[in-house]
C-alpha cells in the first residue's frame, strides 16, 4: 500500500460482517453456538436490519452459518463438506458453459474413483460391504426413477470414497457426483439402460469383497467409461 492510495469506504454490511467473522474465527462463537438475534446485533453495532442480514447471508454462504427462518442463525462446523458446498453454483456454471470443462471433471472422476475403489477393495469390512449392497438394493427398486437412482448412484459411489475413512475423499466424490448429476439424469432418461449400472455395481460390490484390488479397478474404469461414452452419444444426439 502506497502513501498516496485512496482510502475507501467500507459498505456498513461488510464492517458488520468482517466483525462477525472475527467472533467466529476467534472461537468466541463455536460450532453449534446460536448468532445474537438482528435486535442484538443492530444495538451492539448501531446499524439497521439490511445491514446485519446482508452480513449474515454473507456468512452463510461462506458456510460460516445456517439460517433457518424464524429462528438464531447457528455456527457451523466447518469440514471439507461444507468447504465444496461454497463453490457449488459456481462449478456448475462452469461445467454448463463449457464442454472442456465437463471433459476434464469426467476424466478426473475416473483418475479419482479407480484409486478410490482400490482403498475400498484393501480396507472394506464385511460391515462396509453391506452397506454397499443395501445402497445397490434401494437403487435397484427405483428403476425407471431416474432422480431416485441417480441418487442412490451418488449414495454408492459416496460409500465407496467413505470406506478410505479421510472424509476429504468423500467429500470429494460428493461433489464430483453433484456436479455432473444434471447431465447423468438426462442420460439415463435418454438411454433406459439402468440395467446396466447396477450389474456394474454389483460386480464392483463382489470385487471390494474379495479384497481384489485390481479386478476392482477394473470394472470401475469400465463401469465410468461406459458412462462417458453413452454421454457423448447423447450430446451428438442432440446436437
Known amino acids: 500500500m502506497t502513501a498516496s492510495e485512496p482510502i475507501v469506504r467500507r459498505k456498513l454490511s461488510d464492517e458488520v460482517f468482517a466483525r462477525l467473522k472475527r467472533t467466529i474465527t476467534s ?71 463449457s464442454t472442456d470443462s465437463l471433459e476434464h471433471l469426467k476424466t478426473a472422476r475416473i483418475f479419482f474413483e479407480r484409486g478410490m475403489v482400490r482403498e475400498a477393495a484393501e480396507k472394506a469390512s464385511a460391515q462396509e460391504v453391506a452397506a454397499l449392497r443395501e445402497i445397490l438394493a434401494a437403487q435397484q427398486s427405483e428403476r425407471g426413477n431416474s432422480e431416485a437412482f441417480i441418487d442412490a448412484d451418488m449414495r454408492f459411489h459416496t460409500a465407496i470414497a467413505a470406506i478410505s475413512g479421510n472424509p476429504i475423499y468423500a467429500a470429494v466424490a460428493e461433489a464430483m457426483l453433484g456436479w455432473l448429476k444434471e447431465y447423468h439424469t438426462e442420460m439415463l432418461i435418454w438411454t433406459g439402460n439402468e440395467q446396466y449400472t447396477l450389474d456394474e455395481h454389483a460386480e464392483i460390490i463382489d470385487r471390494i469383497a474379495a479384497h481384489d484390488a485390481d479386478g476392482a479397478e477394473k470394472v470401475m474404469i469400465k463401469h465410468l467409461e461406459r458412462s462417458r461414452a453413452l454421454f457423448v452419444m447423447q450430446a451428438a444426439n442432440q446436437s
Open 27 to 97: 472461537g468466541e462463537l463455536k460450532p453449534g453456538d446460536d448468532m445474537p438475534s438482528e435486535r442484538e446485533l443492530m444495538e451492539r453495532f448501531g446499524v439497521g436490519r439490511p445491514a446485519i442480514r446482508e452480513a449474515m447471508q454473507a456468512l452463510a454462504n461462506m458456510g460460516l452459518v445456517a439460517i433457518s427462518h424464524g429462528e438464531r442463525a447457528k455456527v457451523l462446523q466447518l469440514n471439507a463438506r461444507s468447504i465444496f458446498r461454497q463453490v457449488d453454483t459456481a462449478a456448475k456454471i462452469m461445467l454448463a458453459s
